[in-house]
């Protein structure tokens, strides 16, 4: 199977196909589509969230599953020591061709021997953890990536909103697990991910996960669809 549509449709748009879209199937919605160019927007085109996230990055930086590079190229443009990370070889040669200085092309927990001041990840990056159960695994790899006093920055949403009945009831099966736990696949042209796990937290039970693992907990901005954007320091 050829399971790199993000990186495919990267390279598409940058070859010159501006419509190009990437399609995204879930279990809990309907299919819907990623249209490439948001993915190269610049500094000037991002959400707050993101500008936010850009300006409270110190010291070396990890972008985490970086994509295009957009978040990268912005902080390299503000002089930041920025390494982009990506399992996306089409990805990863995207960001070369737009001048990324630094690309690592792996998996985040393949990721051994060096360290860092911030883990940034934008467009709910935090999701790579997949399950609840992944989120520990996660947080204490993340630990070791980072510097004494080192911070994850993350963004993502509570999805509660989405099992809401029209009577503002929720309707939650309690047997299948945290609500928040959902599966994709994406496409693009003959390309297709495959079925992977995806995870959306809400702030609360983040925090508690945040604790458990030795960090503190702070909640940077709240946005308009139950996003926010966190800061998780290491203690001490």
């Known amino acids: 199977m050829k399971n790199d549509p993000i990186g495919t449709a990267l390279l598409d748009y940058l070859a ?8 995204v199937e879930s279990n809990l919605t309907e299919d819907d589509v990623i249209p490439v160019y948001y993915l190269f927007r610049s500094e000037e085109e991002m959400p707050e969230l993101e500008t936010e996230a850009l300006a409270a990055c110190r010291g070396a930086v990890l972008d985490i599953g970086a994509g295009s590079g957009c978040h990268t190229l912005a902080l390299q443009k503000r002089g930041q020591q920025v390494t982009a990370l990506d399992i996306s ?3 990863v040669e995207a960001m070369q061709r737009q001048g990324v200085r630094q690309v690592s092309h792996k998996d985040i927990f393949d990721l051994k021997d060096a360290s860092f001041d911030t883990l940034l990840m934008l467009m709910n990056g935090i999701g790579i953890a997949g399950t609840l159960e992944g989120l520990d695994r996660f947080l204490e790899h993340a630990k ?3 510097k004494p006093g080192g911070q994850i920055l993350l963004e993502s ?5 989405m099992y809401e009945e029209e009577d503002g009831s929720v309707l939650l099966d309690l047997n299948a697990g945290y609500y928040g736990e959902v599966k994709y696949n994406m496409k693009y042209k003959d390309q297709e991910s495959g079925w992977f796990n995806w995870l959306f ?3 609360s039970i983040l925090e508690d996960y945040a604790v458990k693992h030795g960090f503190t907990f702070e909640l940077l901005l709240e946005g ?4 926010y954007l966190a800061r998780l320091e290491v203690e001490g």
């Open 224 to 227: 308009e669809a139950g996003n």
């Open 144 to 146: 070791a990536l980072l």
């Open 201 to 203: 937290i809400d702030p």
């Open 16 to 23: 010159g196909e501006e419509e190009a879209e990437i399609t």
């Open 89 to 91: 070889a089409g990805a």
């Open 157 to 161: 949403s509570d999805i509660l909103y």
